[in-house]
């Protein structure tokens, strides 16, 4: 089994699925004026302002890989009952230790996990389901380490703050970071199958990301490869990634291949991760990987994403759309 994301591990029954039409339901990040400064305060302030009082929400990290530089850095927001809450104006801030220099504010935009009707799942959309992330989309993390995290909120009645679960830069050195070569994989493909789809596919119904073997492509043409297992998640995130992954692969037809790779050995979870997944060095999942026509990662998104953010992220591999 693999490790699953904190978003989950914190809130093991909340599902976070896709549903409705695309794009409803984002907003851009709110102003960081908006939000008290970090200048000349320790986290310790920060998380201790006169103007802010303890919120009663839960702020859960969904991202869990982090390297020296520019990171992306998703997280839930939910009340204790395990109710998501996709309306709430947050900023993030970070620091090294409890005496040094404040990141911050970092504010988060809000992702829709929807896609339109004829991409959705079968069985996608129940009651309860989270129709978003929170994203901010640059978090530049200058060492290796555990460092402190503390969010903002901006509440009905003002201010509201909480800790965060410490993320920790550099656990994870194996896994592709942008700039590497791609590890070469073979992808089993629906030819290899004989048209039986299900032996390679978890969704349903299959999708249609299983044309190309990654092997062949790499290299040549621009990849978009996608490791999830939209009925085995351990996130429960990887229906909605699937949905919109084929969404955007449509749209970029002889541009560039998409290919879903799934997670477990026969689609068993006893059975251990695929070799394809140890080669990446993965330990969650979902992972998307954005390759160039030259085999060099441009771009990687670990956990959920929206239709908008993913189609940002083409613009990597595919300059002009």
């Avoid at 920060?46 to 869990?64: E, N, S, Y």
């Avoid at 380490?145 to 194996?174: C, I, N, T, Y």
Wanted: glycine share 10%.
């Amino acid at each position: 089994m693999l490790r699953p994301l904190l978003a989950l591990a914190c809130l093991p029954l909340l599902l976070l699925a896709g549903c409705g039409g695309s794009d409803e339901g984002s907003r851009p990040a709110p102003s960081a004026t908006e939000f008290p400064s970090a200048k000349g305060k320790t986290i310790g302030d920060v998380l201790h302002d006169p103007g802010a009082k303890p919120t009663k929400l839960v702020i859960a990290p969904a991202t869990q890989t982090f390297d020296v530089g520019e990171n992306r850095y998703a997280f839930g927001v939910f009340t204790r009952g395990q109710e998501q809450v996709d309306d709430a104006d947050v900023a993030l801030y970070f620091a090294r230790d409890a005496k040094g220099p404040v990141l911050g504010p970092l504010p988060a935009q809000v992702s829709s996990l929807e896609t339109k009707p004829a991409y959705r799942a079968r069985g996608a959309g129940g009651p309860g389901e989270a129709t978003t992330v929170y994203v901010v989309p640059k978090v530049d993390f200058d060492r290796n380490g555990p460092w402190l995290a503390v969010a903002m909120l901006k509440g009905p009645d003002g201010l509201e703050v909480s800790r965060v679960p410490s993320p920790v830069v550099g656990e994870f050195p194996q896994i592709p970071q942008v700039g590497d070569k791609a590890p070469v994989i073979h992808t089993p493909t629906a030819a290899d199958v004989g048209g039986d789809l299900a032996k390679i596919d978890t969704r349903v119904p299959p999708d249609q990301m299983h044309e190309v073997d990654f092997a062949d492509a790499v290299g040549k043409k621009p990849i978009v490869l996608v490791f999830a297992t939209p009925a085995l998640c351990q996130t429960r995130v990887c229906g909605p990634v699937v949905d919109e992954a084929q969404q955007v692969a449509d749209s970029y037809e002889g541009k560039a291949d998409f290919i879903h790779m799934e997670v477990y050995n026969d689609n068993e979870i006893a059975k251990g991760a695929r070799p394809q997944l140890q080669a990446f060095n993965l330990e969650s999942e979902p992972w998307t990987f954005l390759i160039d026509r030259n085999g060099i990662v441009r771009d990687r998104i670990e956990g959920a994403f929206g239709v908008s953010e993913l189609e940002e992220a083409m613009r990597t591999i595919v300059p002009g759309g």
